[in-house]
């Protein structure tokens, strides 16, 4: 069975300061996604990483990929307040009824001015 | 151009009573998804759809819930006999085509099942 783990689920961070957040999945998939969810919101995708050693960046969000590992990293560089939500990481994997994509439980993320 | 779109945003009902939540995709994607949300937890996958064709019901909870598309575009869940455990907010997202593609979400249907 697919599983996806996020750690840490809850962070709380000063503005200024760098902080990681980590994605393990369980099986073969060269294909992960970063959603970020605003509180009462739905999801908005951030990044799609297709590929062993993917890097990708948008303002002060860093996410990579090691296939190998089975991880994703989403670095936090410099928080702000606004980037105040939760995260989740997503994975594709193709089973017999075709592709299933399975979130991890999310990690909430609150930047203290 | 338009997003995905969902109806009601808000459901509150009472047990034992059937409901319909409906999603209309961004138009030309093939793919629709719905996914559950309960309150501060991740998303569940619930049901997928290829077109018409749902290949992957596994993630359906109970036989209390089913889905359907027509024509292609819009699709509605239905839960029958509706329990307090179903209170939720169910997501649905579209995508151009089923498989590893990006995912776009709708505002959520919340459900409150008194």
């Known amino acids: 069975e697919l599983k996806v783990e996020q750690n840490p689920l809850f962070l709380s961070m000063q503005e200024g300061k760098n902080y990681t957040i980590y994605c393990n999945y369980s099986?073969?998939?060269?294909?992960l996604y970063w959603y970020r969810q605003d509180p009462g919101k739905s999801l908005e995708s951030l990044f799609v990483l297709l590929s062993n050693g993917a890097v990708k960046q948008e303002g002060r969000l860093m996410a990579s990929l090691d296939t190998k590992a089975r991880l994703s990293t989403l670095h936090i560089t410099a928080a702000v307040h606004d980037l105040s939500a939760t995260y989740f990481c997503?994975?594709?994997?193709?089973?017999?009824?075709?592709?299933?994509?399975?979130f991890g439980a999310g990690t909430r993320l609150f930047v203290k001015a | 151009g338009a997003g995905v779109s969902q109806s009601p945003s808000n459901k509150v009902t009472e047990k034992g009573k059937d409901v319909e939540l409906r999603c209309d995709p961004i138009s030309g994607h093939t793919a629709l998804y719905w996914y559950r949300q309960s309150l501060g937890q991740g998303l569940e996958f619930l049901i997928y759809f290829q077109g018409n064709s749902a290949p992957d019901k596994s993630g359906l909870p109970s036989d209390r819930f089913s889905a359907e598309r027509t024509g292609g575009s819009v699709s509605t869940l239905t839960i029958q006999r509706t329990q307090q455990e179903d209170s939720a907010v169910y997501l649905c997202?579209?995508?151009?085509?089923?498989?590893?593609?990006?995912?776009?979400f709708g505002p959520g249907t919340r459900l409150l099942v008194l």
């Open positions: 099986t073969t998939s060269d294909r």
């Open positions: 997503a994975v594709s994997v193709l089973n017999t009824g075709g592709f299933k994509t399975i």
């Open positions: 997202a579209s995508s151009f085509r089923q498989g590893q593609e990006t995912q776009y």
